[in-house]
């Protein structure tokens, strides 16, 4: 029983590292500006500017602007333009460890989540083949609510959220992938003659 549980948190470390490379991939290379539009720098230090104006006061935080919760906001926010910004005010830089680090952990965490649930079916779904299409079908949905969810319900361009979708999809597909191949248990001679 103790061995089937340090299979599943190795499993899932394992799955996670998978995870963290995936999307190591897709956020810590130059991969990742193919999500960001931009614009040119006189443009961006007007932002900028604006910006800590505007929201520095606020703090730390994500706003919807403008504000469809007053009647001027509700107007203005249907004649466009809008937007939702994430803000920070004091920045951080461009590769910060802190957050590698922290991700790392999250990644593995998630890894022994996604063990865990493959474990509970694991008696059930006894060959490699029906726990890879589990593991696969529940990224994919997971990963088409979450990050396709947004530019319908909010009606921003696709092209961040698809970028994002296909970073969450293939990583969360893959530690699945690793820890239903590698290490959940073998199925026994008669439960596969069964299927």
């Known amino acids: 029983m103790a061995r089937n549980y340090i299979g599943g948190l190795i499993g899932g470390v394992a799955g996670g590292l998978v995870l963290y490379l995936v999307g190591f991939i897709f956020w810590g290379t130059p991969l990742s500006a193919l999500a960001y539009s931009s614009i040119d720098d006189a ?4 932002l900028r500017a604006a910006l800590a104006q505007t929201l520095t006061a606020s703090g730390t935080g994500t706003y919807i602007i403008p504000n469809p919760a007053t009647d001027q906001g509700t107007v203005l926010f249907g004649q466009g333009p809008i937007a939702t910004v994430h803000f920070n005010t004091s920045g951080f ?6 957050s ?15 063990a865990a649930a493959l474990r ?16 696969v079908l529940f990224a994919l949905a997971i990963s088409l609510y979450l990050d396709l969810g947004q530019p319908i319900l909010n009606h921003y361009g696709p092209g961040y959220f698809i970028y994002t979708f296909l970073g969450d999809f293939l990583g969360l597909a893959a530690a ?5 191949r590698f290490f959940l248990p073998r199925a026994a001679a008669s439960s596969v003659e069964q299927v």
């Open 43 to 46: 443009g961006s230090a007007s």
């Open 176 to 180: 699945g992938l690793v820890i239903a």
């Open 100 to 114: 590698l680090v922290a991700g790392l952990f999250l990644a593995l965490f998630t890894g022994v989540l996604i």
């Open 93 to 98: 830089p461009v590769i910060d460890t802190s």
């Open 120 to 135: 509970v079916i694991a008696p059930r779904v006894t060959d490699f083949p029906s726990r890879a299409r589990v593991a």
